[in-house]
């Protein structure tokens, strides 16, 4: 995986709920147009 450091605060929020047993069953993601591999 491909870190990112303005992405890193958010992620490990993440994975501590979900170690802490209060992660959802799914999640939604969004991002602005132009970003991701395609751009």
Request: avoid cysteine.
């Amino acid at each position: 995986m491909r870190w990112y450091p303005w992405l890193r605060p958010d992620f490990e929020k993440l994975v501590a709920s979900y170690q802490a047993g209060r992660g959802h069953h799914a999640l939604l993601i969004q991002a602005l147009p132009g970003m991701g591999d395609d751009a």
